[in-house]
């Protein structure tokens, strides 16, 4: 199995910037797309971005210009910097992995959700 530890959440004024992390670790064969979503209170989870593991990135209109998704493959880790931080920022943000396992009949498909890190931006 593929375990994920996210990290870097926390509180911030508007304006003002975080970096999550999100490190798999397990049985990995390989790491297809590896992304970001997000869920603010009474909404539904929705996709921030995502990057291939050939590096081609993809944004939710509202987060360009101001996310940057990027990962290191030697590492199995993904990061989003979020600058100019916005008061509807405001959400637990998920990190999410699609990609292939080991096991005993081979490699299988296998898609995880992180645990979510909370990210409050205050007005």
């Known amino acids: 199995q593929v375990q994920l530890v996210e990290s870097g959440g926390g509180l911030v004024q508007a304006g003002g910037s975080l970096r999550l992390s999100c490190a798999a670790s397990g049985s990995i064969f390989r790491l297809n797309t590896m992304g970001w979503y997000r869920q603010a209170p009474g909404k539904q989870r929705e996709l921030v971005a995502d990057i291939t593991d050939g590096g081609s990135a993809n944004y939710a209109d509202s987060e360009k210009g101001r996310f940057t998704i990027s990962r290191d493959n030697a590492k199995d880790t993904v990061y989003l910097q979020m600058n100019s931080l916005k008061p509807e920022d405001t959400a637990v943000y998920y990190c999410?992995?699609?990609?292939?396992?080991?096991?005993?009949?081979?490699?299988?498909?296998?898609?995880?959700w992180g645990q979510g890190t909370l990210v409050t931006v205050s007005s």
């Open positions: 999410n992995v699609k990609g292939l396992v080991r096991t005993d009949i081979g490699p299988r498909y296998l898609e995880v």
